[in-house]
């Protein structure tokens, strides 16, 4: 198959971020190291946001629902026009993988910060994905090759390949559209939701069948291409640690693969990106078996919102990678330039309640001050006194903290869980230091049903009676040394973490 070889030559003047919030932020900053003026697009729910703010100039593009505003291709491709853009970045999430957004940037005459139009329309189609990376001798998990609707042949399939098994919708992700079944009894109805789900999620009610795996790792890597067709990968990420089949923390590298398996994995993951000729930044997922099996799962055609771990352990800035390929030119550096230098841990500060089944809590940021100190990152989109929109995603900050080795970065989280004062709604913050601190993450005997397992909301209930009991014996303590004194004693700081909504 050919793809697509035209090399752009053309150094972007002024770069269109057709997101918001934190990621808007991440490309404005490194687009403006690089001397390029940044415009920011914003609904009206946006007006004050930090992305508007912080761009050289800023487009107000519709009401506050996406459907109106960042889904809406003509009104981007306006603002980019109105203020003589050359090219847009899309960041993730809305139009980052969405075929026609990059035609019709393309056709507008301006440079899409991403990969061809082919490429996303390949990999976002799973069933496509699969039949693209099988000609390149990529792991896949037993399962069909083409969408199934089929009751009777389907369940004929679902046999042979043996119970559990999973259905899978083609399109979107998410966790949307998928259904494991454990026995042939419940296949029939489980296969009409799965339809049913991936036909109102994603307007295309394509499944597949594949077999399920029961205790799976989530491990996932980072693969650069350029227009010379040179790829690399940046090494892995573990992203094992979810809840509702969506990451809450990641890390690079991973636990537990070994020199030999990393590069099997690496290899396996530069032929994904080959097999629909990729270029730019994208990650190739993975899931792993108990007995250490790979097999692809997909293969993500944008930035991720994990990628600052990768940052660190690699010292590479990727926004400026991305921007650098997409105007022509080549990666500057082989595979066997890339080493990896310590351990990075992110944590996703979602505005959620774990202890309410990690439902949204949205509100007012009464307190918000963010953690410092060496090795310690914080990318987020808000400042105190501001309010979580509950339009979008309810994701505050991203938390990153990198350290010499894996039990450093580990602890220097949980000391940065601590300061990290957050008050007005409930955060996942708490579920995070719980993770930290729980013996399967720390030794890394985890997967990906670590909340199934170990989380209860009751864990959380208790350590936050526990640091109450804490707080009223050093006010006691206080207000007795008080008495003694009959002076005025300011009251000491306990150190005890500040992310409750609800406080003594």
């Avoid at 509950?390 to 949980?414: G, N, Q, V």
Wanted: aromatic share 8%; with cysteine.
């Amino acid at each position: 198959m050919q793809f697509e070889t035209v090399k752009p030559m053309h150094k972007i003047q002024k770069l269109l971020v057709a997101n918001r919030g934190e990621i808007a932020l991440r490309v404005m900053r490194s687009a403006k190291e690089m001397g390029i003026a940044t415009v920011a697009v914003y609904s009206e729910a946006d007006r004050n946001a930090l992305h508007t703010r912080f761009a050289d100039e800023a487009i107000c593009i519709g009401p506050p629902a996406s459907s109106e505003s960042y889904l809406r291709i003509d009104k981007i491709l306006a603002a980019a026009k109105q203020t003589n853009a050359d090219a847009i970045h899309p960041g993730y999430g809305f139009l980052s993988e969405n075929k026609e957004f990059a035609i019709k940037i393309k056709e507008a005459g301006l440079i899409f910060i991403g990969p061809s139009p082919e490429a996303i329309e390949i990999m976002g189609s799973k069933l496509a994905a699969k039949e693209a990376v099988a000609k390149f001798n990529v792991p896949l998990v037993p399962g069909t090759s083409e969408p199934i609707d089929d009751i009777v042949e389907a369940k004929k399939v679902a046999k042979e390949i043996g119970y559990p098994i999973l259905i899978k919708a083609s399109a979107g992700g998410g966790g949307k559209g998928m259904r494991v079944v454990e026995d042939e009894a419940s296949f029939e109805e489980q296969m009409d939701r799965a339809i049913s789900e991936a036909k109102s999620s994603f307007g295309d009610g394509s499944v597949f069948i594949e077999k399920f795996v029961s205790s799976p790792r989530h491990i996932e890597f980072q693969i650069f291409g350029d227009h010379a067709g040179n790829t690399v990968h940046l090494f892995e990420r573990e992203c094992s640690i979810q809840r509702r089949h969506q990451k809450v923390i990641e890390e690079a590298p991973s636990a537990i693969l070994t020199p030999e398996l990393r590069a099997s994995m690496g290899e396996a993951a530069i032929n994904v990106a080959k097999s629909c000729g990729y270029y730019g930044a994208g990650t190739v997922e993975f899931i792993m078996d108990e007995k250490m099996n790979f097999y692809f799962l997909e293969m993500n055609t944008r930035l991720q919102v994990e990628h600052p771990v990768t940052e660190e352990i690699t010292g590479l800035d990727l926004v400026k990678l991305q921007i650098k390929v997409a105007q022509g030119e080549d990666i500057p550096f082989k595979q066997e330039d890339l080493h990896i230098n310590g351990h990075a841990i992110e944590v996703r500060v979602y505005a959620e309640d774990p202890a309410n089944n990690f439902l949204p809590d949205i509100g007012t940021l009464q307190t918000y001050i963010r953690p410092q100190g060496h090795g310690i990152r914080v990318d987020d989109g808000f400042e105190q006194g501001m309010t979580i929109p509950f339009y979008y995603d309810p994701m505050i900050a991203k938390l990153i903290c990198h350290a010499e080795s894996r039990e450093d970065a580990i602890d220097k989280m949980i000391r940065a869980i601590n300061e990290y004062e957050i008050t007005g709604i409930e955060t996942t913050l708490g579920f995070c230091k719980f993770v930290m601190e729980h013996e399967a993450f720390r030794s890394g005997n985890f997967d990906t049903k670590f909340v199934e397992k170990y989380f209860t909301p009751e864990v959380l209930q208790t350590e936050g009676i526990e640091e109450e009991r804490q707080l009223a014996g050093v006010l006691a303590a206080t207000l007795l040394d008080q008495a003694k004194k009959s002076v005025a004693v300011p009251a000491q700081s306990t150190g005890q973490n500040k992310w409750k909504k609800n406080r003594l």
